[in-house]
């Protein structure tokens, strides 16, 4: 049963380069989340598909991309890596608005030099 | 004024006693409530939500005081493998898609 799958778990990468990060679910749930946590913060919301074909901004979209490339499918793109988005990254999912909670992926920590 | 706060901790406490923290959150028109749990260096895991009329599930129990805009975590009997870092979560106004996540308070339990 494997829930939400990221990949990678860890990645370093140069400042200015990009890279995507993936995600996928097979609890076939309509939406799905991106997020980062950085220390003594909580989580906080990149970008969100609400369902298949739609995307919208959370609190922190600057510096990234995303695409719902099907309905098991989000993935994140970093396109110009800078420092300040040395975090680790968490994908999740949930039956409609996550009223019974969120399923996580393991998280990809990135580290940006 | 962060929109949802909880004490860092880490709180130290001993196996078998109990420990209760709280969490305020700062938008009196939340509908949403959550505790998630999350180990060191894992992913957040949703261990219960907070219903009004406040709910239990084994040793937690959860309770929400809308008039002074707190949400609680009562953690009976504690075990050494309650040791985590527990997430409050409260929703935003005009989106369930948007939660508001507070940093989360440690709590260790010792033998």
């Known amino acids: 049963n494997a829930g939400v799958t990221q990949t990678p778990k860890f990645q370093v990468l140069k400042t200015g380069q990009s890279m995507t990060l993936q995600c996928a679910q097979d609890?076939?749930?309509?939406?799905m989340y991106w997020y980062r946590q950085d220390p003594g913060m909580g989580l906080r919301l990149i970008y969100y598909s609400a369902s298949e074909g739609t995307t919208d901004k959370g609190e922190v979209p600057n510096g990234y991309n995303v695409s719902r490339l099907n309905k098991r499918e989000f993935s994140l793109r970093l396109e110009s890596a800078a420092p300040s988005q040395t975090s680790v990254y968490f994908c999740?999912?949930?039956?409609?608005?996550?009223?019974?909670?969120?399923?996580f992926g393991s998280g990809t920590r990135l580290t940006v030099v | 004024r962060k929109e949802v706060e909880q004490d860092p901790g880490p709180f130290n406490v001993p196996e078998g006693a109990t420990v209760a923290f709280n969490c305020t959150y700062s938008n009196s028109a939340s509908q949403s409530f959550f505790w998630y749990r999350q180990d060191c260096r894992k992913e957040p895991k949703l261990l219960m939500s907070v219903y009004s009329s406040g709910n239990e599930d084994g040793r937690f129990t959860a309770q929400l005081n809308r008039a002074s805009q707190y949400i609680s975590l009562l953690i009976r009997d504690s075990k050494l493998s309650d040791s985590a870092t527990y997430l409050c979560v409260v929703n935003m106004l005009d989106s369930n898609y948007q939660l508001i996540w507070g940093a989360g308070t440690k709590l260790i339990i010792k033998p």
């Open positions: 999740a999912s949930s039956v409609g608005q996550g009223r019974y909670g969120y399923t």
């Open positions: 609890m076939n749930h309509n939406s």
